[in-house]
């Protein structure tokens, strides 16, 4: 029924649409679900109870904002169990001794 072109045409138009990106790479999704920070569990649309932080990121030499920040999701789950100030130092602390190592 099909030639072995034509079936090859048809497949990488299904994955072009599968993958949503453009030409260019970049990610054209209209809805891309977020991760918690602290557990990595999807946060899913309708959990109206997660946050989204950004902390600022500071130079270590004269202790102002770089005009930067690093962005923590934290959902729901773990700020309706009242651990989502523990999570969100243990977050910056990792990520802080993580920068200074590099350095």
């Known amino acids: 029924f ?7 045409s048809f497949i990488q138009s299904i994955q072009h649409h599968i993958i949503m990106q453009n030409e260019a790479g970049e990610n054209v ?16 649309a309708k959990d109206h ?3 989204q932080i ?7 030499v004269t202790g102002m904002a770089t005009g930067e920040s690093t962005p923590y999701a ?6 309706f169990k009242s651990e989502g100030d523990m999570a ?13 190592t590099m350095e």
């Open 29 to 44: 999704d209209l809805y891309v679900p977020r991760k918690c920070s602290w557990t990595s569990r999807l946060i899913e």
């Open 2 to 8: 099909f030639s072995t072109q034509a079936l090859f």
């Open 88 to 100: 969100l130092t243990a977050l910056v602390e990792k990520n802080d001794a993580k920068t200074m």
């Open 54 to 60: 950004n902390v600022a990121n500071v130079d270590p």
């Open 74 to 79: 934290l959902a729901g789950y773990i700020r």
């Open 49 to 51: 109870s997660s946050v």
